[in-house]
Every structure is written in structure tokens, then in C-alpha cells.
């Protein structure tokens, strides 16, 4: 399976999301792929943090891609690994195309703010775009960062709902400091300590829907 974690807007979480699910995925499967897309390199950067934090131990394999080679690149390896995981660019790029070129599966988080929200149309007319060339695409949207208290969550989770070319997960990370403390160990959200009990159940079920989506196509 090839997921590509994506969007055109930054800072919605593609890298915490990206890097969490290759350190989930390794430990359920046995050889995963993190390719960084993005040039602001951060799942890179993630991966030289959890290189000291584990001392070389990585779980996955990382590497970095630009333009064209995301797609050409992907496709020669894709045989030699069980899952591949794209982390991409805030931004419509030659890279994030090529990634959803040969994905299987599209994310694409959502920060509940207007601005981040209304994207909604641009990645929906992205992906229209590019199934032409990938008809089997499934995409899919879900709220990252959400808020403790007030409307935005339900808000903004209404205004995915009523996208039709992105199937709304309703799963909601919330903004949770943890995740951040954990990323600049090179940890997931399931190692660090004290545990996050919440923020972990959060995300397990989010990896729990990626899985199942998983079995469904196979
Ligand atoms: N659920 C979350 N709760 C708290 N902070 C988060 C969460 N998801 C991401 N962040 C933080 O938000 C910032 C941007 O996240 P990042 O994953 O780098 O976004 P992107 O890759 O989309 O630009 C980072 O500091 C990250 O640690
Ligand atoms: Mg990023």
C-alpha cells in the first residue's frame, strides 16, 4: 500500500502524521518506507532525531525524494516493502503529484480554521486532477489539532462531510502538546513518557482505520 500524506496547506500535521504512522506501521508490519517528499525535510529530520534517541534502531527505512522521482522511485521499490508512507509538501508540487500519481491511499489533515478548511476545494479539484491518471485513488479527510471546547471541531467537520471527492474520517487528534514533545525525540506518540493516554488512543484509532482501509482493497 502507498500512502501519501498530503494537502496544500502547511503546518495541518503531514510530517506528525506521516512519521507517527511509519514508527505504528513498522512495529505491526515488516518492512516500511518513509519517503520524504517535502524540501523542508522535516520526516528527514525526524528520522536523524529517532536515529540517536534509538541508537541507529530505525524500525523503517527513510529516504528523500523530489519531483519526478517520487513516482519513479516509489514504483522500482514498491515490490520490497509492505507499506510505503509519502510525507509531502504544504504546497501543490510536482512532488505531491507524482506521490498521488501511484498512492493508493490520499490523507489529508485538516486544522479546524476557516482558511485551513476552505483548501477543501483546491485539494478536491487536486485529486479530480490527478485520477484521471490514478482511477483507484481513495482520499480521505480527517480534523487534526482539534480544539478542547467550542464549535470549530463540529464546524469544520461538517464542511468535510459535505466533500464528496474526500471520504470524511471521523477520528479527531487533538491539538495535544505530546505530539510535538515526542517528534523532537524521533519518538511516536506511543513512546514517550509519561504516556499520553489520550493523544495514544487518538491516534490507534486513526491507525486502526488506515489498517482496515487496507484490508478492504486487498
Ligand atoms: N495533533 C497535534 N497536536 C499538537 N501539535 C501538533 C499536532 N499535529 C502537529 N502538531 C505540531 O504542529 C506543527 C506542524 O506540524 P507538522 O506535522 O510539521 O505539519 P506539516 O507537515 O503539515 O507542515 C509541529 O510543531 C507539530 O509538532
Ligand atoms: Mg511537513
Redesign the pocket.
Given at each position: 500500500m502507498i500512502y501519501v500524506?498530503g494537502?496544500i496547506?502547511?503546518?495541518?500535521?503531514?510530517?506528525?502524521?506521516?512519521?507517527n504512522l511509519a514508527v505504528l506501521m513498522a512495529r505491526k508490519f515488516k518492512d516500511i518506507l518513509l519517503i520524504d517528499a517535502?524540501d523542508?525535510q522535516?520526516?528527514s529530520d525526524f528520522t536523524v532525531f529517532r536515529s540517536e534517541t534509538m541508537k541507529d534502531n530505525l524500525d523503517y527505512t527513510s529516504i528523500q525524494l523530489s519531483d519526478r522521482t517520487v513516482r519513479d522511485q516509489t514504483i522500482k521499490l514498491r515490490s520490497k516493502y509492505d507499506h510505503i508512507i509519502i510525507?509531502t509538501?504544504?504546497r501543490d508540487t510536482t512532488s505531491q503529484r507524482a506521490a498521488i500519481s501511484i498512492a493508493d491511499i490520499y490523507l489529508v489533515?485538516f486544522v479546524p480554521r476557516s482558511f485551513d478548511i476552505w483548501t477543501i476545494e483546491k485539494v478536491s479539484t487536486l485529486i479530480e486532477e490527478m485520477k484521471i491518471i490514478n482511477p483507484k485513488l481513495k482520499s480521505f479527510s480527517f480534523i487534526?489539532?482539534?480544539d478542547f471546547s467550542g464549535q470549530d471541531n463540529s464546524e469544520a467537520a461538517n464542511l468535510l462531510k459535505e466533500n464528496k471527492t474526500l471520504e470524511f474520517i471521523d477520528i479527531f487528534?487533538?491539538?495535544?502538546?505530546?505530539?510535538?514533545?515526542a517528534?523532537?525525540k524521533g519518538l511516536a506518540i506511543t513512546e514517550i513518557k509519561p504516556k499520553d493516554v489520550k493523544?495514544i488512543q487518538?491516534f490507534n484509532a486513526l491507525f486502526n482505520f488506515l489498517i482496515n482501509i487496507n484490508l478492504d482493497l486487498n
Open positions: 500524506i494537502g496547506k502547511g503546518g495541518s500535521g503531514k510530517s506528525t502524521i506521516s512519521t517535502d523542508q522535516t520526516a510525507d509538501g504544504g489533515p487534526n489539532k482539534a487528534i487533538g491539538n495535544r502538546k505530546s505530539f510535538p514533545n517528534s523532537s493523544a487518538e
